[in-house]
């Protein structure tokens, strides 16, 4: 930097030579001279908007090593700019974004140049914008743009860091993502649902261009139809002719464009398919059975014989199942017909056995001709009998109204919370009353649930309390205060260490739990929250009320991260899947809705019950919801299709009251007349559960519920041949040391 006597200096050598006098009789210093010549350079150039000069003028403005030359150049710049000169525009929003020159920065926002590239105005605008902690407002399209042709490495990676704050997050993965595309291509797969319809577009569009010369490209462009439906670009690939890596991909992609020619070319025998779908998110499965039932196409299931795993056989709807039985049966091809009844849910698997036996089929196999016979003739007394749940057990709690219910972790324990001071426990299976009753100062408890460890008591009072017992003793432990409503939900952490409560305050309060203490508390714009269910391991939390939407908040920090638009009326119930992301919303209107809580996306909308649900319940393993209406109807939907498996009434003139055991075993039911009843879904659930290898079955347990008294004649038939077609199955006993599982045909051991 030319110091203040070089300046000095060169004012007085350039005098002399303005003079007249022989530059060479003057003697000027070597950096100085260079000092002059860079000036002199600069004042040629300013006028010169070539883009030789202007580049000249960006490399200096940018590069020089005096500030005065950096400054004489950036102003050089401006000169040109003002002029119209749109390259020395964009020479200094370059200088501004990646050398953060306070002197071009302002240049630029003062500045009203019409820009030669718009995109890099578009990366200095944003760049502007959030570095001032306002919410930019600009073109997605440009703004990629811009990130990719003129950011640098670094500057990407505080631009990504920037963007996290913002609702450009998305965005700004994405373009990291395709300016480093060797290794990341893959992962725009799974982001692809949370970004915006704008940045879809771009997403595609990047795709498409990189498509030309990147096979993986091609690849994630046709999965982003195949997993997400994108019909754009499932467009791009049909037009180009691109197809996915594997194997199984293939056979499914051409599933799913509907071009059964190139399809059975390569899977001719569905083994491919069928690979694809055990391989399938649950949301590509329900999208591949919706396109099989729209086409008609559902005789694929008949492959099903050469999987090691089918579990997801209890994805398929009761029409699945119709349409693929229908179909083999049209098509008589009954050999497959046998080999799905064994894999199949002993309900449909009996269907089956009956469509063979009427067809009068039999198996090759002489040995197997007679079980055939003989399990064909049980499942005719299936199909002819309806299936009937009856109550396991009644109990009364004492004439008092009762308003909440819980089951204990181990099904020990039934408390129920009452509108009178006490809450009444019974031990099970006995159902003798436990003395002494809990006891508190309010007049009614609303809502009540067990410690994980089935310690403890939470019990939450119209007084606005939440209250602690120790059961064991019946004792007291602990009072939480802080509401200033009435508290109609809790919700208790997966781990067990967080406790909330949510009133008609619309207060939404964070305790630590078990010891008591409130460390956070939330304002939700929803009065009178009637609901509140834990998601995601424990990460987010949902709250309901007597409002139009359903919050869903980010823990620990308290954010909401979104809201599910629901009737204005409100709702009354919330159901979380365990480990998931499932919400169920039982609005007012009794209409229940099933959402993905992380994106916001409806899954299903389950038709209209006959009155407000009363009780909203996930199976444990998370393919089934139970819901039961305040008249009394209890349904239970296949989670996959947002179909009704199956549906009973309970004797209840009007139910105020649910609880599910944590096994998925129990459901109990209560009124406004004390009474209580124990209804055992064993049964059910396993009559609509596939049969897998890997699933110890609980023949025991099947033998020992056919003699309880609370179960029906037409159930008790239904159990025996659920137990004589798992036999068939599995017909070995060897004694090993050590359980082994022997694939059917090994051997023929009948037990």
């Known amino acids: 930097m030319a110091t203040n006597e070089n300046r000095s200096d060169s004012i007085k050598y350039l005098e002399v030579l303005l003079s007249g006098t022989e530059p060479h009789l003057v003697e000027i210093p070597p950096d100085l001279e260079n000092d002059l010549l860079r000036k002199g350079a600069i004042l040629a150039l300013q006028e010169d908007a070539s883009m030789e000069a202007i580049s000249l003028l960006g490399r200096l403005a940018q590069g020089a090593a005096s500030s005065d030359i950096r400054n004489l150049a950036l102003f050089a710049l401006r000169r040109l700019a003002d002029s119209g000169a749109t390259a020395a525009a964009d020479e200094i929003y370059q200088i501004a974004i990646l050398d953060q020159q306070p002197a071009a920065r302002q240049l630029a926002l003062t500045a009203r140049w019409k820009p030669g590239q718009p995109a890099i105005k578009a990366l200095f605008d944003w760049l502007v914008a959030v570095e001032d902690g306002n919410e930019p407002n600009i073109n997605l399209e440009l703004l990629t743009e811009g990130f990719l042709a003129f950011a640098t490495p670094s500057l990407q990676s505080a631009i990504f860091s920037r963007a996290a704050q913002t609702r450009y997050r998305n965005w700004a993965q994405m373009a990291v993502w395709f300016a480093t595309p060797k290794d990341n291509l893959r992962k725009l797969i799974d982001l692809y649902p949370d970004l915006s319809q704008a940045e879809q577009e771009i ?5 498409e261009k990189l498509a030309q010369d990147h096979q993986e490209a091609q690849y994630v462009l046709c999965s982003l139809f195949i997993e997400h439906d994108d019909r754009d670009a499932r467009d791009i690939t049909i037009r180009k002719g691109y ?8 056979a499914l992609y051409y599933f799913l464009i509907g071009n059964q020619n190139l399809y059975q070319q390569i899977d001719f025998n569905h083994n491919l398919l069928v690979t694809a779908y055990e391989a399938s998110s649950r949301a590509l499965r329900r999208r591949l059975l919706a396109f099989s039932r729209q086409t008609g196409q559902i005789d694929w299931l008949s492959a099903i014989n050469q999987s090691n795993e089918v579990r997801w056989l209890a994805d398929l709807s009761d029409r699945d199942w119709e349409l693929a039985i229908r179909s083999l049966v049209s098509q008589e091809r009954f050999a497959e017909l046998w080999r799905l009844a064994q894999v199949a849910p002993p309900v449909w698997s009996a269907g089956i056995l009956v469509r063979l036996h009427r067809s009068q089929w039999k198996p090759e196999d002489p040995g197997d001709q007679e079980s055939f016979r003989s399990m064909a003739n049980l499942a005719e007394i299936c199909l002819r009998d309806a299936l009937d749940i009856q109550p396991a057990k009644k109990l009364m709690a ?22 009178g001071q006490p809450i009444f426990l019974w031990h099970l299976p006995e159902g003798e ?4 009753a809990l006891i508190g100062p309010a007049s009614s408890t609303r809502a009540i649930k067990f410690s994980l460890d089935g310690e403890l008591i939470i019990a939450a009072s119209s007084d606005q309390h939440v209250r602690l017992f120790r059961h064991k003793n019946s004792q007291l432990i602990k009072t939480l205060e802080g509401h200033r409503g009435l508290i109609r939900a809790m919700a208790l952490h997966p781990n067990g260490r967080l406790l909330v409560t949510t009133s008609f305050d619309g207060a939404i309060h964070l305790w630590r739990f078990p010891m008591g203490t409130r460390f956070k508390s939330l304002v939700s ?24 939407r359903v919050d869903i908040w980010k823990l620990p920090d308290g954010n909401r991260l979104r809201s599910i638009p629901v009737d204005p009326t409100g709702v009354l119930h919330l159901e979380a899947t365990p480990a998931s992301d499932l919400l169920a919303v039982a609005e007012r209107t009794r209409r229940i809705s099933i959402w993905n809580a992380v994106n916001g996306n409806l899954v299903h909308l389950l038709p209209e019950l006959d009155a407000p649900v009363a009780g909203l319940h996930f199976h444990p393993n998370e393919q089934i919801l139970i819901s039961v209406s305040a008249k009394g109807m209890v349904n239970l939907w296949n989670l996959n299709s947002g179909s009704s ?9 009007s139910i105020n009251a649910t609880c599910l055991a944590s096994d998925g075993q129990t459901l109990v039911t209560a009124d406004g007349t004390g009474a209580i009843y124990l209804w055992n879904l064993a049964s059910f659930v396993w009559l609509h559960t596939p049969y897998h290898p890997g699933i110890s079955l609980p023949l025991d347990q099947l033998s020992r519920r056919m003699v309880d008294t609370a179960v029906s004649p037409a159930e008790i038939t239904r159990l025996r041949f659920t137990e004589t077609l798992w036999k068939w199955i599995r017909r070995y006993e060897i004694e090993i040391g050590e359980p082994m599982l022997i694939e059917l045909g090994e051997f023929d051991i009948e037990l």
């Open 203 to 207: 997403c595609r569009s990047y795709l």
């Open 433 to 436: 009353l436990h003395f002494p």
């Open 398 to 419: 004492l004439s008092d109204e009762v308003l909440s219910l819980a089951l204990h972790p181990g099904g020990s324990l039934l408390a129920a919370g009452s509108s």
């Open 525 to 548: 714009q929803v009065k009178e929250l009637f609901a509140a269910e834990f998601l995601a391991n424990g990460d987010l939390l949902a709250t309901g009320g007597a409002g139009d």
């Open 645 to 653: 498996l199956f549906s009973f009434e309970t004797p209840h003139p």
């Open 243 to 250: 197809l996915p890596e594997q194997p199984y991909e293939k």
